[in-house]
């Protein structure tokens, strides 16, 4: 009970059990409970939350929480400093702390306590009467603990954190679920009594937030939200969900929703960035750049608490229909997303030059097996180069040289016929060949 309502602050007898003991035969034992930490001064109750029953007919619930003794007690019981509690929320007990009470319905709704059955207390010298077995209803899967939880945290635009500026606002609820792949979750339950801009303004107080810098130890200028908490590994800041909680029906919570993104849409779209032109195309591959970027998650209160918080229920600005959280909080369009492409083109590109290289060595390999050996010389040559092969013809080279040494020797035999030739016109006979020659 001190942790539950250490994290929570303010809660019914119904909410703590389905917090912490889900799994009991009914409410008595956390009331009894509740009166027991009352009575050593720990709790107290000096508010009602008045509503409506599942038929209809209205209710009325005492508001349970700590007082300044008990908030001491459940720091030490979560392992927090007394400065990090908050206050006792004994003024939104009196005023029936409709807020808070949807903020911990919401946590309920996200831890999804599983219903465990206790173990009766077994009283001395009187036995354990047998009775029928009790069917546990089955909750969706939960994520992150109770000990994951902090509500109204500031987030100082201004000032600390413990004294926060002008502007600053405060978290409803905050989510450290590392073991579950969460770092960090700012939740922020909206009750439908403040209009689209209001809500839309806390996107642009998030965003001032997480702009602002710090001074680590060495000197170097850091988020200040990283001083407290850890990086998600993905572009952009921590991510905000919003959980709407009033029942409006399905077209006027999207109407709302959809104002909601209109006007904060500078905030959480990010930045459109030119990729590379794609080659042969008039297209080019583009990416959004979400380094300055909230990203913003909504659901409805029914959609946690019937199916979950790991359930395809989280619908991102931006994003298309519902999705599981992982794949809400995932930008798909980012520069990662466009540096993978990129890897995958040149993965392709040099697949290509790959094939094309092996083509080619391929072709010099039966251009190799192809090669026959010169008749003359024995050296290897391209049968396209020269004559059929079959033959035994000689290479392009032997073949030219042996072309050249049979035109040498015809020149050179013409020119001993012309030598003879002159020979023969310069001896006896020669008078008689010239006088014929000019009766001619």
């Given at each position: 009970m001190l942790v539950?309502?250490?994290v929570v602050k303010v809660a019914t007898a119904a909410q703590l059990r389905q917090l912490v003991l889900p799994g009991t035969a009914d409410g008595q034992t956390v009331r009894n409970a509740c009166k027991d930490l009352r009575d050593a001064g720990l709790l107290e109750s000096v508010g009602k939350m008045t509503g409506l029953n599942p038929s209809g007919r209205?209710?009325?619930e005492q508001l349970w929480n700590l007082t300044t003794a008990g908030l001491a007690a459940a720091a030490t019981e979560l392992d927090r400093p007394l400065a990090e509690m908050g206050g006792t929320a004994q003024a939104a007990a009196r005023?029936?702390?409709?807020?808070?009470v949807k903020v911990t319905d919401t946590i309920d709704a996200f831890l999804q306590s599983p219903s465990e059955l206790t173990k009766p207390v077994v009283r001395r010298g009187v036995p354990l009467a047998a009775g029928p077995t009790r069917l546990m209803p089955v909750r969706p899967p939960g994520l992150g603990t109770l000990h994951g939880w902090h509500t109204e945290v500031a987030l100082p635009i201004s000032g600390t954190f413990t004294t926060p500026g002008k502007g600053s606002l405060r978290a409803d609820a905050v989510l450290t679920a590392p073991?579950?792949?969460?770092?960090?979750l700012f939740v922020e339950v909206d009750n439908g009594t403040e209009p689209p801009a209001k809500v839309a303004d806390k996107i642009v107080r998030y965003r001032r937030f997480f702009q602002r810098t710090a001074k680590d130890p060495s000197g170097q200028q850091i988020p200040l939200w990283?001083?407290?908490?850890?990086?998600?590994?993905?572009?952009?800041?921590?991510?905000?969900?919003?959980v709407f909680t009033k029942q409006v029906g399905p077209k006027a919570q999207q109407a709302r929703i959809q104002e909601v993104v209109r006007l904060s849409r500078e905030h959480w779209q990010g930045q459109w960035c030119y990729g590379r032109h794609i080659e042969n195309t008039?297209?080019?591959?583009?990416?959004?750049?979400?380094?300055?970027?909230?990203?913003?998650l909504a659901t409805t209160l029914d959609e946690l608490r019937q199916n979950g918080p790991r359930a395809a229920i989280w619908w991102r600005f931006g994003h298309g229909s519902g999705q599981v959280l992982a794949d809400a909080l995932d930008n798909p369009d980012d520069r990662r997303a466009f540096e993978g492409r990129e890897e995958q083109r040149l993965a392709a590109q040099r697949a290509a030059w790959a094939e094309e290289e092996r083509r080619e060595e391929e072709e010099y390999r039966r251009w190799r097996a192809s090669l026959r050996s010169c008749s003359t010389c024995g050296s290897k040559f391209d049968p396209e180069d020269g004559p059929?092969?079959?033959?035994?013809?000689?290479?392009?080279?032997?073949?030219?040289?042996?072309?050249r040494a049979a035109a040498e020797q015809a020149e050179a035999e013409a020119e001993r016929e012309r030598a003879q030739c002159e020979r023969r016109l310069d001896g006896w006979f020669g008078w008689f060949y010239a006088l014929r020659d000019q009766d001619r």
């Amino acid at each position: 009970m001190l942790v539950a309502l250490g994290v929570v602050k303010v809660a019914t007898a119904a909410q703590l059990r389905q917090l912490v003991l889900p799994g009991t035969a009914d409410g008595q034992t956390v009331r009894n409970a509740c009166k027991d930490l009352r009575d050593a001064g720990l709790l107290e109750s000096v508010g009602k939350m008045t509503g409506l029953n599942p038929s209809g007919r209205p209710v009325s619930e005492q508001l349970w929480n700590l007082t300044t003794a008990g908030l001491a007690a459940a720091a030490t019981e979560l392992d927090r400093p007394l400065a990090e509690m908050g206050g006792t929320a004994q003024a939104a007990a009196r005023a029936g702390a409709a807020h808070a009470v949807k903020v911990t319905d919401t946590i309920d709704a996200f831890l999804q306590s599983p219903s465990e059955l206790t173990k009766p207390v077994v009283r001395r010298g009187v036995p354990l009467a047998a009775g029928p077995t009790r069917l546990m209803p089955v909750r969706p899967p939960g994520l992150g603990t109770l000990h994951g939880w902090h509500t109204e945290v500031a987030l100082p635009i201004s000032g600390t954190f413990t004294t926060p500026g002008k502007g600053s606002l405060r978290a409803d609820a905050v989510l450290t679920a590392p073991e579950d792949g969460v770092p960090v979750l700012f939740v922020e339950v909206d009750n439908g009594t403040e209009p689209p801009a209001k809500v839309a303004d806390k996107i642009v107080r998030y965003r001032r937030f997480f702009q602002r810098t710090a001074k680590d130890p060495s000197g170097q200028q850091i988020p200040l939200w990283s001083t407290i908490w850890r990086a998600s590994g993905r572009d952009g800041y921590p991510p905000v969900a919003f959980v709407f909680t009033k029942q409006v029906g399905p077209k006027a919570q999207q109407a709302r929703i959809q104002e909601v993104v209109r006007l904060s849409r500078e905030h959480w779209q990010g930045q459109w960035c030119y990729g590379r032109h794609i080659e042969n195309t008039a297209e080019s591959d583009d990416y959004w750049d979400y380094t300055d970027a909230v990203p913003v998650l909504a659901t409805t209160l029914d959609e946690l608490r019937q199916n979950g918080p790991r359930a395809a229920i989280w619908w991102r600005f931006g994003h298309g229909s519902g999705q599981v959280l992982a794949d809400a909080l995932d930008n798909p369009d980012d520069r990662r997303a466009f540096e993978g492409r990129e890897e995958q083109r040149l993965a392709a590109q040099r697949a290509a030059w790959a094939e094309e290289e092996r083509r080619e060595e391929e072709e010099y390999r039966r251009w190799r097996a192809s090669l026959r050996s010169c008749s003359t010389c024995g050296s290897k040559f391209d049968p396209e180069d020269g004559p059929d092969p079959a033959r035994g013809d000689e290479c392009p080279h032997c073949r030219m040289q042996r072309e050249r040494a049979a035109a040498e020797q015809a020149e050179a035999e013409a020119e001993r016929e012309r030598a003879q030739c002159e020979r023969r016109l310069d001896g006896w006979f020669g008078w008689f060949y010239a006088l014929r020659d000019q009766d001619r």
